[in-house]
């Protein structure tokens, strides 16, 4: 990229900060793990691919078949002790995929009480990356 190229890009991002929405968002793999029964939450995983040439940041997930669906992010200490902490947005650089997986970040679900779950079940899902922009997708239950 030349000088001045990388001036007009820059430029370009700095005249549309709001550019940034769900577009160009592909569901490449995922599941959401049957919860157990009794047990408040469950957690769900998925690699998602960002097919613009933008980044694309998303800030929220929910799901009208669970209480609340939290960004989370598990990590292990020198220890061997495994926390999970929250996550305020998941952001994909140009062509990134991101892997939400056992072990780092997930997607975490609280379970109501009334809800039964099947196995091969679809959960549907919506992200939203900005005010007015956001992603439907689904994912299918499994039993661990
Ligand atoms: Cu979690």
Known sequence: MSKMQLCLTLLLIALCPNIVACDSLELLDGW????????????????????????????????DQFKKVMMHSSSTNSEGITKMNPVSSLMLLPSQILEAKPGGIHLMLSVRKSERFNADQLISFSASCGKNSSWQFSLPMKSP
């Open 32 to 63: 959401v793990k049957k919860p157990i029964p009794g047990t408040k939450y469950t957690a769900a995983y998925f690699s998602i691919k960002n097919n613009s040439h933008e980044t694309q940041s998303i800030n929220k997930f929910s799901s």
